[in-house]
């Protein structure tokens, strides 16, 4: 399966994330979810980028909302518009699920 994750929220309080299986993982970023994409925690990049194998997105217009530059996002994470995410729905997952 190729699933598609939208995650909004900096904070996660459930393991739903940890536990996701696929055989292809993309990882959306939207919201407050592209805290992730920035910030480091203790000097660390956020665990959700430790998820192995997923490919991860951040949404540009999201980005700028929160006053953040591409230039500042994550080596592991691209940078998109909300195009490249219909873009990425439609023709590289099967299914998509919001975190």
Known sequence: M?????LSDLRRTEDTYDRLKA???GVILVENGVYHAVIKEGG???PVLN???ASFYALSDDLETRGFTASQVN???KVVSYGDIVDLIMNEYEKT???
């Open 2 to 6: 190729k699933l598609a994750v939208f």
């Open 51 to 53: 998820k192995t194998g």
């Open 75 to 77: 080596p592991k994470v």
């Open 23 to 25: 055989d292809k993982l």
């Open 97 to 99: 699920a919001w975190l």
């Open 44 to 46: 660390k990049d956020s």
